[in-house]
Structure formats: C-alpha cells, structure tokens
C-alpha cells in the first residue's frame, strides 16, 4: 500500500544566558544528534531538527507549526542545557503530537582533564531536563521518555518503538473502517460506542451494502481473474482438486473475483480496514476468506463478523510493523489444550493473514459449515514460531481499555489433518490459567490482534499515545496483583 513520509520533529531546548558561542554549540551538538538517529537505520521515518529554542515565544511558534504539519507525527525533546521550564507552558497547552522526551548528553563520558565549568553549563542535561520533566509532569502529558547516550543502540530502539507508534497513530487518526454488514448478531464484545471511538482514536467507521460489493465482485472480468488465480499459483501450494480442471478450481476463481471486487470497492471507498459477517454475505458466492488473508497481507485491517475494532488495531499494528522481520495477523481464541502450562489454538473460520505463515500457505476448498454459503477457498498454515504480542481494546462505556498478552507460539503436538484452516498455537505468558483468568477477568475479546514483529514496548507506546488503560499480561503476572490493577485503573481512568 502507499507510504506516506513520515517526520519526528526534534527540538533541543535552552536559554539565552549563555551566550552566542554556547548557543552556536547546541544547535551543531542537536544536529549531529538528529543525523545520528536518522544513520542508525532503525527508524521508521526521519528525525528533522527544527531548532533550538530559548523562549517561551520560539516555542509556541514551533509547537503551532507541528501541530499544523501532516507529515509532524511526534516531537522529541531535548534539553541540552538547563531551560527554565516555565517558558514551555504556553506552548505545552498547545501541543498535539506524540511527545518522546530524549534525556540525553552530547558527551558520552566525563572528560576527566578538560572538564571546567564551562563545560558544566553547556552540556548540563542531569539536570535541565529533569526541569523540563517537572513541568511536563505537571501538565500531566502522555509521553514517553528515553533516557541513553544518544548513540547507544538500546536509544535507537526504544524511540524506533515510539516513532512506530506515531506512524501507527497518525494512520489511525485518518483511517476509514468499512463495514460490510453489520455486527454478528448479539454479539457484544466485538461492538461498541462508534462516536467515542472516532473521538478517542480518530478512526471513522464506515458501511457499505453488502450489494453494492457483490455489484462489483459480479463486474470483475474473466480475465483479470484468470491472472490473480496464476498469480495465486506462483505463490501458494495447490491441493489436487484446487488445481486446474480440479473439482474445486471454480470455487478458488470465485474467491478471486471476490478479491477483486472488494479490493476495487475498498480502494473506491477509500477503505483500509475492514470488516465482514459470514452471515450477511447477500449476492457473494462465499465468505470472502482468502480475500481477507491476502488483503491483510498488503497491510489492511481486518476484523470478523463487523469487529470494527479489531480492524482498526489489526491496521495500525501492521503500519507500526512494516518493515520489521515477523508478522501481523487477526485471530481468534479457539481451542484449549489444558496439559502442562497449557497453551491455546488460534485460528478462525478463515481469515488469519499469512505474513505469520512457518511455510508456503496452502491453497484448499472445504465446506464452512455455517453461513449456508459454498465452500470457500482459503489458505491452510501454520504459524512461525517464537515470541509475539496478541492486543485488543474493549469499550467499558464510556471508555476503552487495551489488553496485551505476550505469548510463545510453539508448533502444535502433531498434524491437523481434518482441520483445513491456518492456526497459531501459543502458550500465554506466565502460563494458560493466569493468563486467561486475567484476560477474563479484564473483559478482553475472544478476538485479537497478534503480531511477531512487535513487543510489549510497542503497545505501551500506543496505550500511551492514545491515554487509554493498559493491562498487560507477562511472565510477571499474578492475579491478586492483576484485579488490584483493574481496580486501581477504575479510578484513575473513569473521569
Ligand atoms: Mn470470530
């Protein structure tokens, strides 16, 4: 999918009292940082310095043009002398973007000979910024603070992470889910407050009829379904009756006209996120499953049976991962395995994006089972093993809360053969019966959105990006200290 260029804003405060020189100083020092961060390769986008600024006048005007620039996800902050904190009030009111305050020093270590006190007031960030942490401490601001020599690797990480979250939440805050039908039918975990979600992430959720897809699916040419199933073949393993001529290769030529026609619809409705419903499925064929694998795995939102929220999340985090080795995918909590710590089979009717795959995903058609459409095409695998995040937000009323599990995803104990469709197994961390007491405990959907290529750091960058809570589930959780925390949580977040 296109890419936008995305721009963190780095500004380093001061003063004037120091003088020309000193100033002069600063302002090469911040450069050679900014270029620093843009040379480690680990950003998702680039570092741009915008000055440094020494009154509380230069600071409203910088802060007044982040808010104004598209392209401005996040400012960073750095104090490299001392910058009495109250000349950022004016503009602190004013500021909108995601804030990372870098507590740095220029000088990696104390030049033991040369150090006077002109070197003392100059690169005096121990403590200017812990001024500059008072005030924003004050203001009660999100923000996240990094704290490192400005050319430790761990720096570089840890504001990757953030800059991600930024570029995540810059496309959420102008993302546009389209719903094509409406929720599963009393289902309450997967529906919620649309307005408050608009004002809280920025994302708008949109409908579509269902016809209006099945309209273009029916327009979509021999042809260029002729050339997406050859592309299919060029990419997946094909059971024997998928293959041409096979029993079953109508059925895989309708799952790419279906393909088609949704991707034309969501490009027209300027869509990139999505949902379905296997029970509103009016004029399609079947459940456009391998649609929604493939289209997931070019970076679109997905969420099952009208989860809008799901495929808001499954959105953001695969533009907060791109780029990043692992993958990102929507899944379900299906089946337990209740032997040794325990662990969980994740899949769903079909639609679990192959960017997760162990191997070459399999082309097959199978009968569903429910929706009382025909068999649909969809892609069979396994997912890669190894450590991921698997995330959710869930409306309370009147707010949103976020859940986040790390979890292992470990291979399954032996074959799946009568189970055709893609899977995750994953033991949660610390274990299955904490982990699902907390999750439950939490009110968290039996939907969510799992990604390999992010951590928990990633998550806790958005949750605080967006203010919303956070409870997370890892290695360290216990449930005495876990309900305590919902609790706690009940009272800082219900305003
Ligand atoms: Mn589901």
């Not at 490299?80 to 500021?95: E, N, Q, R, V």
């Not at 989860?307 to 909590?333: H, I, Y």
């Not at 079909?350 to 969809?378: N, Q, T, W």
Request: aromatic letters at 10%; hydrophobic letters at 40%; glycine letters at 8%.
């Amino acid at each position: 999918m296109k890419k936008t260029q995305y721009e963190i804003w780095f500004l380093t405060g001061s003063q004037t009292l120091y003088g020309d020189e000193a100033l002069r100083q600063v302002d090469a020092d911040s450069r050679v940082v900014a270029d620093g961060f843009n040379a480690s390769g680990k950003l998702p986008c680039t570092v741009v310095y915008r000055g440094t600024v020494k009154s509380s006048e230069e600071i409203v005007k910088r802060f007044r043009e982040a808010n104004a620039a598209d392209q401005c996800v996040g400012v960073m902050l750095w104090m490299h002398t001392f910058s009495p904190a109250k000349m950022w009030i004016k503009g602190l009111h004013l500021l909108r973007k995601p804030i990372l305050h870098l507590h740095t020093q220029f000088m990696k270590e104390i030049p033991w000979s040369e150090i006077d006190m002109d070197f003392m007031n100059l690169n005096q960030s121990a403590h200017g910024d812990r001024e500059f942490g008072h005030i924003m401490a004050r203001f009660k601001k999100p923000r996240k603070v990094v704290v490192g020599h400005w050319e430790d690797p761990e720096v570089h990480e840890r504001v990757a992470a953030w800059a991600r979250m930024c570029n995540a939440w810059c496309e959420l805050n102008n993302l546009r889910v389209i719903r094509f039908g409406d929720q599963m039918n009393n289902v309450a975990v997967t529906d919620g407050d649309r307005v408050s979600a608009e004002m809280t992430f920025g994302f708008h959720v949109d409908y579509c009829p269902v016809g209006e897809l099945a309209a273009a699916v029916a327009k979509v040419s021999e042809s260029d379904v002729d050339a997406l199933v050859n592309e299919y073949e060029t990419l997946y393993e094909f059971a024997d009756d998928c293959k041409a001529n096979g029993a079953n290769r109508g059925q895989v030529r309708e799952a790419a006209r279906i393909e088609l026609g949704l991707r034309e619809t969501l490009e027209k409705w300027n869509g990139k996120a999505f949902t379905t419903n296997f029970d509103d499925l009016y004029g399609l064929n079947q459940l456009p499953g391998l649609a929604s694998q493939r289209l997931m795995n070019e970076g679109y939102g997905f969420g099952a049976e009208g989860d809008w929220k799901t495929a808001a999340l499954v959105r953001a985090m695969k533009v907060a991962a791109e780029g990043l080795p692992g993958g990102t995918s929507f899944l379900e909590d299906y089946v337990y395995h209740l032997k040794g710590k325990g662990a969980i089979l994740q899949a769903h009717m079909l639609e679990v994006c192959p960017s997760i795959a162990k191997s070459k995903p399999r082309m097959e058609v199978h009968p569903l089972g429910i929706g009382g459409k025909a068999d649909p095409a969809r892609l069979v695998f396994t997912a890669q093993e190894g450590p991921g995040v698997a995330a959710t937000f869930v409306d309370l009323g009147g707010r949103f809360r976020m859940i986040v599990n790390e979890v292992d995803c470990v291979p399954p104990e032996a074959d799946l053969p009568k189970l055709p469709v893609a899977r995750a197994f994953w033991t949660p961390r610390p274990d299955l019966k904490t982990s699902a007491a907390a999750w439950i405990l939490a009110g968290g959907t039996h939907h969510t959105c799992f990604s390999s290529a992010l951590t928990r750091e990633h998550m806790e960058d958005f949750a605080e990006i967006a203010q919303i809570e956070l409870d997370i589930i890892d290695s360290d959780t216990n449930i005495s200290d876990f309900r305590r925390e919902l609790r706690w949580n009940e009272a800082f977040y219900s305003k």
